[in-house]
């Protein structure tokens, strides 16, 4: 869990590595929907584009079947999900049902004046989503991804109005997650300033204390 720009989605693959643990990111699953031009993608996009959380009972049902996938009966890596309290407790029912629970959710803290630096150049690789940063880590040849040539994408929702909007709503919404989980002793938070490694050695050690 974290703000927008915190590194969920560059912290959550490498876990997902690590702990051999599917990585399942709301966000991609959405972006998935919205390219695939899915009612769902259709009905997303508006509330997306403008910085909005898609209504709950879409994503619970989303996240839901995901987990009833063969692949998830031994854990995964949640990556922005859950972003409402109202979705902690129906994650935390479905868990119950069948039997499991949350180990534990990570707050990645970063000051705010970072997150928009952070945003405002944020770029990912279209075909291999290798993430970068326009101006802190840009790619060799301007536009084109170091790894697989593919042309790098900047968020609709990385533009500053709706990055102001994320912010307010992460406010709003979402850090009362973080005091369900603090209230349940599963909350653990990490400084997420540093660089993508320091921050991974960091993750990985105190999820292993
Ligand atoms: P992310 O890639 O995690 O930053 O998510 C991008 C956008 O997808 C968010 O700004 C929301 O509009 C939507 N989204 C992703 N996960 C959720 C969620 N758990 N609840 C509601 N909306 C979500």
Redesign the pocket.
Known sequence: MGP?GAG??TQAPRLSEHLSAPHV???????AEVAASSNLGLK?KT??D???????D??IGM?VARLQADDASDGIIL??????VA?AVALDEALYNSGGSIDLAVSIDVDRDVLINRLAGRATCKNCKTPYHLTFSPPATAGECDKCDGELDQ?E?DQPE?VKN?LK?FDKQTAPVLDYYRGRKKLLSIDGAASPDEVFTSLVNAISS
Not at 50 to 56: K, S, T
Not at 79 to 84: A, S, V
Request: proline content about 9%; hydrophobic content about 40%; glycine content about 12%.
């Open positions: 927008p969920k989605g990111s709301t966000g991609d699953m959405l972006r997303a509330f997306m403008a910085g909005d959380l898609v209504p709950d879409v994503m996240i990556d922005g999900f859950p972003r409402t979705q968020r929702d709706a994320r709503v």
